[in-house]
């Protein structure tokens, strides 16, 4: 795909997002599934192909262009991003987790393949992660030093320091009535470390300067967090069928929530003031704001 004119409105980006990321992950897909085989091949392959919004990879390409960055390779940066965003899936829903049955409208890899399967699976996509990332780097022609550093930003951000400890903090709080920073805390890790470092990814394909990663990365930091009080938000207001996973889990479970803490209009207001301040960022750094800005406001005020 040549991706000529900038998408500037959200649903254009996300569009061409999903274009982009879902083409490189069913070729990954084909390809993995052959290589591996068997089950742990044909559920690798299933959860490559889960279906998404692609808010991350489409954060990736308006970052890249930002800075200005023009080659069509960014999408497997992209698809980068998204692999590692589905492993987390994969994980979260397991039994030993969130114990959900459906995701994005069909059932979990767990539920289809079984929880060891599904376990194993999560794992080997982090290292697939790191193959479709350096395979783009190649492609848009990055000195190694740059995908060095977009490899440990992007890793950093799907480990301990980000998902992997913010889902601990969010497993040991069931049960638990956490304070706003506590909250705050969990989900900087949890949700915000890898919409963040989409943002900071794709900065650095497009080889920005400091200050333009260091801009792009407090927007996605603010960004990351206003995603999150609008899941908590849609998760108190949406249904099952609208949101493509099982409604209400936050409450069986009994976690503290930006609802619970903010009410649903507090809430609304909280995510739509993070989307503001993040793109008080990019003015500040003389960065374009149009395309993260529509991103922004999207992902304040979803509605799945």
């Known amino acids: 795909?040549?991706?000529?004119?900038?998408?500037?409105?959200?649903?254009?980006?996300?569009?061409?997002?999903?274009?982009?990321?879902?083409?490189?992950?069913?070729?990954?897909?084909?390809?993995?599934?052959?290589?591996?085989?068997?089950?742990?091949?044909?559920?690798?392959?299933?959860?490559?192909?889960?279906?998404?919004?692609?808010?991350?990879?489409?954060?990736?390409?308006?970052?890249?262009?930002?800075?200005g960055g023009t080659s069509p390779a960014i999408a497997g940066v992209a698809a980068a991003v998204e692999t590692v965003h589905a492993y987390s899936l994969v994980h979260d829903d397991l039994p030993c987790m969130d114990d959900d049955d459906l995701r994005r409208g069909r059932p979990t890899t767990h539920r289809r393949f079984g929880v060891p399967t599904a376990t194993t699976v999560g794992f080997l996509m982090v290292p697939i992660a790191a193959r479709v990332l350096a395979s783009a780097a190649r492609a848009l022609e990055l000195p190694p030093a740059t995908l060095g550093r977009m490899a440990a930003g992007l890793f950093q951000a799907g480990g301990v320091e980000g998902m992997v400890g913010g889902q601990w903090l969010d497993l040991e709080a069931e049960?638990?009535?956490?304070?706003?920073?506590?909250?705050?805390?969990?989900?900087?890790?949890?949700?915000?470390?890898?919409?963040?470092a989409s943002c900071t990814v794709g900065a650095m394909a497009g080889e920005a300067d400091p200050a333009g990663v260091k801009a792009l990365t407090a927007y996605g930091e603010e960004v990351g967090l206003a995603f999150q009080i609008a899941d908590?938000?849609?998760?108190?207001?949406?249904?099952?069928?609208?949101?493509?996973?099982?409604?209400?889990?936050?409450?069986?479970?009994?976690?503290?929530?930006?609802?619970?803490?903010?009410?649903?209009?507090?809430?609304?207001?909280?995510?739509?003031?993070?989307?503001?301040r993040a793109v008080e960022h990019l003015g500040q750094a003389g960065l374009p704001s149009t395309a993260l800005g529509a991103l922004a406001g999207y992902i304040a005020d979803r509605q799945s």
Request: proline letters at 3%; hydrophobic letters at 45%.
């Open 1 to 67: 795909m040549t991706l000529h004119v900038p998408a500037l409105t959200a649903d254009a980006l996300l569009a061409e997002a999903r274009e982009c990321a879902d083409g490189l992950l069913a070729a990954w897909a084909d390809r993995l599934g052959d290589e591996i085989g068997g089950p742990q091949g044909e559920a690798l392959a299933y959860a490559l192909r889960t279906p998404g919004k692609r808010v991350r990879a489409a954060l990736v390409l308006a970052a890249y262009r930002a800075v």
């Open 175 to 196: 049960g638990r009535t956490l304070t706003l920073p506590q909250l705050i805390e969990v989900h900087r890790g949890k949700t915000g470390a890898l919409i963040r």
């Open 232 to 276: 908590d938000v849609l998760d108190c207001t949406a249904t099952s069928e609208e949101l493509g996973k099982t409604a209400g889990r936050d409450a069986q479970l009994a976690k503290s929530t930006y609802v619970g803490l903010l009410g649903v209009a507090g809430a609304r207001r909280e995510a739509r003031r993070l989307a503001a």
